[in-house]
């Protein structure tokens, strides 16, 4: 087999230290050496691992991506003249019943030299940040959603039954009814009547669904709840205007990927930060959707199609693409909408949002490639591509329902 790294470097790291193999190419006679060394993960070592590497004209480090131990050794190891690469674990992955640290690092070495593995994604500094950034605001959005629960968990133990009532219980109206419960007022009139704006036409609802067994215990963990609920709230403000000051390289960007409906700034952010600006990286969009993991899966085997399961992608950006799906499939008038419809008839409303994440990657790609504007195809697109399916479809539906078609030509104005 070709080797094309002569001098390869395989690391297998640990949260501790990392097990370095450096694997030289014989020529002729001389035969290919492999030495594996111990290193201590800790900045000053990995350092002098660098200058170890260099000394010995290593050409190629493959790292293995072992939870997030890995970053200091990829970070520190960069440098001119030596190539770092991170891999997935699953596509290095060592012959049954020969596993240990030592034989991982040899193995990734002789991968490496023979160039078997890919590369993994792993976006510049300030993309990094902006990640960071993106990824924290997420999960303390999601551990607010999980306190507002607790929140209405404990509303329905004091046979409050607020959320019957308003789609919202932390909004402006709920929050007064809340913060005066927790202050001591259990008439359920008083507390209705601090409703506001279109909320005080159900008046007469939410003062039956405030008569409840609201006592000091209530009042203490709701007022606990209310507490953290602020807290992760004005957390999602400050990291909101972190990301607005880390994203102005990619507000141009930005404002392409807000013109796709159903795309709202934020997920817009996650897609930049999970990404970056630069498909170059991605030299096809059928590439990008595969990473992201909406492109369907390959297992054939003796001519039989076992599974077209999707792989695993980044679950951050499939999150916040599977919020933009949904909005896009309730839009009104689109090509996405259109889509969605006529996926969902024949194959369930899961696979319908999966393809629009999908068209939503392959039109993003573009769009960040040509830094064109999104164009929507419109809502007719697909009866326009095929009229005359179309045309029997609407035919096939009305004589089922008994009426008899008669098709004129509408006449053209002279």
């Given at each position: 087999m070709e080797v094309i790294h002569p001098r390869c470097a395989g690391v297998d790291v640990s949260k501790k230290d990392a097990k370095v193999c450096v694997r030289v190419q014989g020529r002729g006679s001389?035969?290919?050496?492999?030495?594996?060394?111990?290193?201590?993960?800790?900045?000053?070592r990995i350092l002098d691992l660098r200058e170890h590497l260099l000394n010995e004209h290593v050409t190629l480090v493959v790292l293995e991506a072992t939870s997030d131990y890995w970053r200091p050794f990829y970070y520190l190891l960069e440098d001119e003249g030596l190539e770092v690469i991170l891999v997935n674990a699953r596509d290095a992955r060592n012959v049954p019943g020969r596993k240990s640290d030592v034989s991982d690092a040899a193995w990734l070495a002789d991968l490496g030299a023979h160039g078997l593995v890919r590369a993994s994604f792993v976006p510049p500094p300030p993309v990094r940040e902006l990640r960071d950034l993106t990824r924290a605001r997420?999960?303390?959005?999601?551990?607010?959603?999980?306190?507002?629960?607790?929140?209405?968990?404990?509303?329905e133990d004091a046979c409050i039954k607020l959320s019957s009532v308003a789609s919202e219980i932390t909004g402006v109206s709920g929050r007064l009814m809340l913060q005066a419960l927790v202050e001591g007022e259990n008439d359920p009139v008083a507390l209705a009547n601090l409703a506001q704006r279109s909320l005080r036409s159900k008046i007469p609802e939410l003062t039956e669904a405030l008569n409840g067994r609201f006592h000091d215990h209530h009042r203490f963990m709701a007022a606990l709840y209310l507490h953290r609920i602020d807290a992760h709230t004005a957390d999602i403000s400050d990291l909101s205007a972190r990301i607005e000051e880390a994203i102005a390289p990619f507000l141009l960007a930005r404002e392409l990927l807000v013109s796709i409906p159903g795309v709202s700034r934020?997920?817009?952010?996650?897609?930049?930060?999970?990404?970056?600006?630069?498909?170059?990286?991605?030299?096809?969009?059928?590439?990008?959707?595969s990473w992201a993991g909406t492109s369907p899966g390959s297992n054939e085997s003796a001519g039989r199609v076992k599974s077209t399961k999707t792989r695993p992608g980044n679950r951050y950006l499939k999150g916040a693409l599977g919020v933009a799906a949904l909005s896009a499939a309730r839009s009104k008038n689109t090509y996405f909408s259109a889509k969605y419809r006529r996926i969902t008839a024949r194959r369930g409303p899961s696979k319908a949002i999966v393809a629009l994440e999908h068209a939503?990657?392959?039109?993003?790609?573009?769009?960040l490639t040509t830094g064109e504007l999104y164009r929507d195809p419109g809502a007719d697109y697909f009866a326009g591509r095929a009229p005359a399916k179309t045309k029997a479809r609407a035919i096939g539906q009305l004589e089922s329902l008994g009426y008899q078609v008669i098709l004129e030509p509408l006449q053209q104005a002279g």
């Open positions: 001389r035969p290919t050496t492999s030495t594996v060394t111990t290193w201590v993960s800790m900045t000053a997420t999960v303390i959005t999601r551990e607010r959603t999980k306190e507002i629960q607790r929140l209405e968990k404990l509303l934020t997920v817009a952010e996650v897609f930049l930060a999970e990404t970056g600006a630069d498909m170059n990286v991605f030299p096809t969009a059928g590439q990008l959707a939503m990657l392959t039109a993003a790609w573009h769009m």
